[in-house]
């Protein structure tokens, strides 16, 4: 007899977007001039994390083998809300309830619990610091690397190992000044073989986020309608990238590949490459850099030139370089 396959688990990494200000900015009514002045486009934090938690109970609901870690990008920092790895205190201690499944009850306590620790420990100055979203993506992927590497021994040989990803849940415009270790890490992801997924719930479209999604081969979805959050997480970021491919997922029509000025760290449309760094930079900024080096390599030839007819003493029919 054929041995049957088996299905392979799967890993979800979910970074959610912690920044007050913009969250703040998602809770107001008419926030958008181009979007219709309806209560409905209204999301507030409280809505958002129901809805994620309901996202993520769904994910280890569909397999006993599917695991998760959540992470959370602050200003400034940041932190692993939720493992199954993390050694509980004895303040996260949950009793039983028959009305409610443990595991979800532990997660939904896990992630609300640390989320407003953190919160809290916020002080008035640092909720303008932008969100450390390239942070958590560094951790996760070092979460899904080691999960990947370190192979239990009571597994079978025969055992696949777990489908990882990672979905994003952005609310903050892009920051220029991450470019580079944004791309850093998308090659990382790559090499993993790690797909990310994109849900930008509020704010303009992110251009960097957009490339990490279509070079991973995950899916960017940005929300017209903020109330249909949990609709987009089901029929979306729910099934694994295995199942997609029976599946229409939505796709990106559109993909900006601008880059980031590595002079002055804004987002150009036309700049110069480096051919050897592949360092970008806009024409303005490039203009500037080619005169400041013509000037400075004028400067060293005349230099040498004075120093040259210094050192020079005829002698005879003879020229001698001292």
Known sequence: M????????????????????????????????????????????????TQTLAFLNSHLALKHENTLAVYGALPGKSVLLYSPTVPKSETEDISADANSYLPFKVLDNAVTTRIGEELDALRDEDEEAPC??????????????????????TLDATTPPPEPRIVIMSVSPDQSASYIPLMNSIFSAQKLKVTIDVCKVFGPDAVFLQQAAYLTGGAYIYLERRDALL????????????????????????????????????????????????????????????????????????????????????VGTSIFLW
């Open 2 to 49: 054929e041995k049957q396959e088996i299905e392979p688990s799967s890993h979800l990494s979910v970074i959610i977007d912690l920044s007050p200000t913009q969250w703040h900015l998602a809770s107001l009514q008419n926030n958008n001039e181009l979007q219709p002045q309806s209560s409905q486009q209204v999301l507030t934090f409280r809505s958002f994390i």
């Open 132 to 153: 450390d979203l390239v942070g958590a993506l560094t951790k996760s992927l070092c979460y899904i690397n080691k999960l990947l590497t370190s192979t239990p021994a």
């Open 231 to 314: 609709q987009h997480l089901m029929m979306t970021f729910l099934p694994p990238p295995s199942i997609r491919r029976l599946l229409v997922v939505p796709t990106q029509d559109k993909v900006d590949f601008r880059a980031a000025c590595f002079c002055h760290k804004t987002i150009v449309d036309i700049g110069f490459v480096c051919s050897v760094c592949l360092s970008s930079t806009s024409p303005s900024k490039s203009v500037q850099f080619v005169s400041q080096k013509l000037m400075a390599y004028l400067l060293q030839f005349v230099q040498f030139s004075v120093n040259l007819s210094q050192s020079v003493q005829p």
